[in-house]
C-alpha cells in the first residue's frame, strides 16, 4: 500500500500557518508560472500513520545490517558504528562550508592526513579527495589524461583500451571525458590476454584502464609486463581501485606502475555501498600529474592547513566545495582505527573468506576460471541450464526465500551465466557455511523440482517482478489514476 | 540464402538487399528486450562495425555488422515492441536491411550447421 492508499481526506498531522499570516500574495513574490493554481495532490494522514509507514517500509528492507549480503563487486561489509559516531561528532557536523580557514583547522588536517594515508596505502605521490563516487573518480581521472596529454602536444591519443571484463563505469568514464574505447579481451584464465593488447597499442592509445584485482576476482599476475608495453608506447595507466580491499597492505598500485588511481572510499573504507548516503572517490595520481588535480588541494606549510586554489594547469573543479566530508571522517577513524597491520589483516579476510566460499560452492557449479581468487570470485552457472533447466536468476531469486540477498548476476558479460560472490571480510565461518549449505539445497531442489525455483520468490514481501515491463513501459511517479 | 556471424547476427540475402537480425541463440541468452537503438537509415557500415545496441535486462549489447553495405531499411516496429526479437529473432524481429557493397563477404559466414557447432564450443 502507498502512502496514497492511505490517505483519508482532511486527516492531518500537522498545521502550517494560514497563508494570510505572511502579509503577502504568492502571486507578489513569485512569477506566475510558479504560483499554483489548486492545492498539491499531497496523500492526508496522521503523524502516528506517517510514522509507522516509513518504520514498516524501512523493515521490508535488506540490508547487511540484517543478514549476509555477497553481492560481487560491491563490497557489502560490515562498516563499524564508531566510524558513523565519528563522523557525526557535533565539531564536524556542525562546521560550514564557507567557514574561514583558520575555524576549521581540524577539518582540514583530516583531510590532509586523509590525502597522505592514502598515498601511503596505494604508493602514489598526491591525492584529491573531491571525486563524489567511483564513477567520477574515473571520470576525473580521464580528464587528467586528457589534458596531460593536451599539455605535452599529444592531442592524437584519444583512445583508451578497457578490458572485455571491466566495470560497465570505465568505459563511460573514458567515453564521457571525450576518448573511444577499444576492448582488449581476456584469455582463457580470465586476465588481459597480452597478444591481442600487444596487438592494439600504438601511439594513438591514451592509457589503458584496469582493476587489480580485476572484475572476475583474480589478480592481474602480468601486470608488471602490461605496465611496460603501455609505457613503451606513452600510454598511462589507470588503476580502477574499487577492488582494493583484496590487496590493501599487501600490493600497492603505485608499485605496479599505475599513474592515475580512484579509491571506493565507500566499499573499502568504512562507508556503506548504495542507499548508505553519499560515496566518495578520491583520485590518487604519480607526480607528473599532480599539477592538473581539481582545485582546491589541502596544503600545509608547517603550522597552518589551507586550500589552495592556484594551480593554472588543473582540469578544475569537479565537485561543490571539498567533496563529500563525512566519508572522508569515516575512512580516516577506519585507518587509524585498524592500522597498517590491521588493514593487512583486512585483506587478508576478504580472500580467506573468498576462497573458502569458493572451495565450497565450485563443488556444486564450476567456477569460471581455474585456481586461487582474491577478494571475489565467479561462477560459471551454464550447468543449470543444461542440466536442470533452472537459470542463475532462478537460484538468485531463490535465495531470496532463504532470506539471503544474491550474488551479482549476469556479471561480469564475459561469463555465461555467471554469478559473482563476494562474502568480504567482515563474515564468519558460520555465515559463509550457511549460504554454502543453503546453496546445496538449491541446487538439489532444482534437482527435484525446477519449478520451486522458477516460481521464487514466495516469501517476499512481493513476488517476482516483471523487469521487462518495467523497463519497456516503465511508470516513475505515481498518479490519481493507477 | 541465411548466414551466421561468429558474434551471432544471421544475414538473409534476396538480390543484392541483405536483411539482418540476432541469432534465436543470441536473443535466449541476452533475455527479455527492452530496447532496441536502431541504426540511421543511409548509413554506411564496414563488416564489423558496430550498427545497433540492444538493451536487455541483463545487459546493453553491441551488434556488429555481418557485411558492409548502407542501411536501406530499419525494423521500426522494434521501436515500440522491442520483444519482437525475443519471440521472432530469426523472423519479424529482424533488425535493418542493408544493401551490400561486397557480397565475397558471405562466403566468410557459417551455414545453420557450422554455426550451431560454433555455438556448442562457445557454450
Ligand atoms: C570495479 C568497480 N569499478 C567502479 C565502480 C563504480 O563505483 P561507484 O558505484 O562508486 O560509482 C564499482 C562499483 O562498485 C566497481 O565495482
Sequence with gaps: MTVFDKSTEGRTGFFLPKEESYGYEPSDVLPENSVRKESPLLPQLSELQVMRHFTGLSEKNYSVDGGFYPLGSCTMKYNPRLNERIASLEGFSQIHPYQAEDTVQGALEVMYNLQNFLCEITGMDSFTLQPAAGAHGELVGMLLMKKYFELKGESNRKKVIVPDSAHGTNPASAVMAGFEVIEVPSNGNGRVDLRSLGEILDENIAGIMLTNPNTVGLFENEICEIQEMAHDKGALLYYDGANLNAIMGHARPGDMGFDIVHLNLHKTFSTPHGMGGPGSGPVGVKSILKDLLPVPVVRFDGSKFSLDYHLPNSIGKVRSFYGNFGVFLKAYAYILTLGGDGLKRASEMAVLNANYLRTRLSKLIPTAYPGLCMHEFVLKGSKLVSEYGVKTLDVAKRLLDYGIHPPTIYFPLIVDEALMVEPTETETKEALDNFADTFERILSEAKEDPNILKAAPQKTVVGRLDEATASRKPKTRWSKDT | ??????????????????????????????????????????????KGDVFCTIESVKAASDIYAPISGKVIEVNEELDSSPEKINEDAEGSGWIAKIEMSNESELDSLMDLEAYKKHCEEEG
Excluded at chain 2, 536483411?19 to 564496414?46: M, N, R
Aim: glycine residues 8%; negative net charge.
Design chain 2, 1 to 46: 540464402m541465411k548466414k551466421y556471424a561468429a558474434t551471432h547476427e544471421w544475414v538473409s540475402v534476396e538480390g543484392k538487399t541483405a536483411t539482418v537480425g540476432i541469432s534465436d541463440h543470441a536473443q535466449d541468452h541476452l533475455g527479455d528486450i527492452v530496447y532496441v537503438d536502431l541504426p540511421e537509415v543511409g548509413k554506411s557500415l564496414k
